[in-house]
């Protein structure tokens, strides 16, 4: 299955949810007032926020009375294009190496297997990985880790339960240098994001890695869980406003109907989606490309 077959796959749910409701919407009403208004609900309904729903439909209607074309397939073009246009509001993310690669997010969203992912990407691109295991308080979050690295047959570095985590990464960095490791991909423990000592222990660590191995290239990924809709939006903003985030990784998109939230992450904070989940083997991961996704909604 190819790239884009899996990333369309992985959008079944929510495409099933807006192609289904596009199609009774143009069945049985002419473009007007009520189909902008219930359209606009459709786009809502998929968790795009508000403000972005309105932000479309009301571009769609100008757009509309002003080429005088009122067809399903002007439309859907024009959704698409507007869509589009939101979701490559941020720069996109290009990881250089060498780099550290820092995964950040909540409890349960899906870091450690996500570890494991990446360290499968960019091993399918003929890159070295080491994988620091800094989710010191879980417990058997090492060891959940160390699962994963050897199905991916990568090198860990990893502590005690209840090590200090910025320890981990500092030895981490320090292999790295050594060895001249193409990417290192740190686990931080999962973190409620209004808890401000566990926010200050994630800039420790960046402070850490950054010092220890300056030459690298750093970046700060939050990972979300698709499930969560439109909330996810809420954890990236202020996971963005602690550690200024480099991008966005995706996890269980195929299992989300409300995949029209990352319309609204990439759009109004402008933080880019680096990566997406397309399922729960090793190799179901990819990076994430706009244009694919628009065409995987409809």
Not at 36 to 46: K, P
Not at 198 to 215: D, G, T
């Amino acid at each position: 299955m190819g790239i884009f077959s899996k990333l369309k796959a992985a959008l079944k749910k929510t495409r099933d949810g807006i192609a289904s409701k596009l199609s009774t919407l143009f069945s049985r009403d002419k473009i007007g007032a009520e189909f902008y208004e219930e359209l606009e609900e459709i786009l809502i309904g998929a968790d795009v926020s508000v403000t972005c729903a309105e932000e479309i439909v009301e571009t769609i209607r100008d757009e509309a009375k002003k080429e005088k074309l009122k067809d399903k397939d002007y439309v859907v073009e024009l959704l698409k294009d507007l869509i589009g246009e939101k979701l490559t509001a941020a720069e996109e993310l290009e990881i250089e190496c060498p780099a550290v690669i820092m995964l950040v997010g909540v409890n349960g969203v899906g870091k450690t297997t996500t570890v494991g992912k990446l360290a499968e990407y960019f091993l399918r691109r003929g890159k070295s990985v080491t994988v620091a295991a800094a989710d010191t308080f879980r417990a058997a979050a090492a060891d959940q880790l160390t699962v994963w690295a050897e199905r991916a047959k990568v090198r860990i570095v990893k502590h005690e339960e209840g090590s200090d985590p910025s320890a981990v990464v500092f030895d981490a960095m320090t292999s790295a240098k050594a060895k001249g490791t193409d990417v290192v991909i740190i686990d931080t423990a999962g973190r409620l994001h209004v808890k401000a000592n566990l926010m200050e222990e994630l800039k420790k660590m960046s402070r850490v890695a950054e010092r220890e191995y300056p030459q690298a290239n750093f970046y700060k990924l939050l990972v979300l869980d698709a499930t969560t809709g439109g909330n996810a939006v809420s954890q990236a903003q202020l996971f963005d406003e602690a550690v200024e985030l480099d991008g966005i990784v995706l996890t269980k998109l195929d299992s989300s109907a409300k995949g029209g939230f990352v319309v609204s992450l990439c759009g109004e904070l402008e933080i880019p989606v680096a990566f997406v989940g397309t399922g729960e083997k090793l190799e179901d991961l990819e990076a994430f490309n706009a244009d694919e996704f628009v065409e995987g909604l409809f």
